[in-house]
Nanobody, 118 residues
């Protein structure tokens, strides 16, 4: 059983920064690639970032490129997303998820809400 729990969301002013965290359970965390995705109010899911199982390969959506960094700590079984220069359009529920190897996720958490507003 895999459980993913996101945290670190909150209210931040435009231009501000936040670090999201994702705590994973289970013994297989280090063997899986992981995703960060988000869902803005009234919109569909948007892929933000993906990281390889050893953290050596990362990729980002154009919407967040140069404004976020994904990393992981396989010893602590933690996934992180450091976001900066946040904009109102970054307001969304943010989820971490496990890559199922088919360009999708087979497990994800309940999300953490990020609100960017003055």
């Amino acid at each position: 059983q895999v459980q993913l729990v996101e945290s670190g969301g909150g209210l931040v002013q435009p231009g501000g920064s936040l670090r999201l965290s994702c705590a994973a359970s289970g013994s297989t965390f280090r063997t899986y690639w992981m995703y960060w995705v988000r869902q803005a109010p009234g919109k569909g899911f948007e892929w933000i970032s993906r990281i390889s199982n050893d953290g050596g390969i990362t990729s980002y959506a154009d919407s967040m490129k140069d404004r976020c960094i994904v990393r992981r700590d396989n010893v602590k079984k933690m996934l992180y997303l450091q976001m900066s220069s946040l904009k109102a359009e970054d307001t969304a529920m943010y989820y971490c998820g496990r890559d199922d190897g088919l360009a999708s996720m087979d497990y994800w958490g309940k999300g953490t809400l990020v609100t960017v507003s003055s």
